[in-house]
């Protein structure tokens, strides 16, 4: 019903920066909360960034002043500008979102990752 699509992820040097994106599409009336997480090889995911339909942020304490997350909500879109990376950010990114469909039912969906890998 409804499908999240990432891009933007690659390899970058320490210290650079990546912009992810992730479009939702299908059976949308509207979007509540969008946000970004991450799993690293042997790490449980983590929760990165959210975001509400009013513009409401909320970061991990490891990204914070690091990464900005936003939205496009006429395009259904959700954004992860990613500064000052290092190492440690390297992981699987997944976008997620929880849609109130046509049918005015509420589920959450996620897409399938991108990954980003920083180099030392």
């Known amino acids: 019903q409804v499908q999240l699509v990432e891009s933007g992820g690659g390899l970058v040097q320490t210290g650079g920066s990546l912009r992810l994106s992730c479009a939702a599409s299908?059976?949308?009336?509207?979007?509540?909360?969008m946000g970004w997480y991450r799993q690293a090889p042997g790490k449980e995911r983590e929760l990165v960034a959210t975001?509400?339909?009013?513009?409401?942020?909320n970061y991990a304490d490891s990204v914070k002043g690091r990464f900005t997350i936003s939205r496009d909500n006429a395009k259904n879109t959700v954004y992860l500008q990613m500064d000052s990376l290092k190492p440690e950010d390297t992981a699987v990114y997944y976008c997620?979102?929880?849609?109130?469909?046509?049918?005015?039912?509420?589920?959450?969906?996620g897409g399938q990752g991108t990954q980003v890998t920083v180099s030392a």
């Open positions: 975001i509400t339909s009013g513009g409401g942020a």
């Open positions: 299908g059976s949308i009336f509207s979007i509540n909360t």
């Open positions: 997620n979102a929880v849609v109130v469909l046509i049918s005015r039912a509420i589920s959450s969906y």
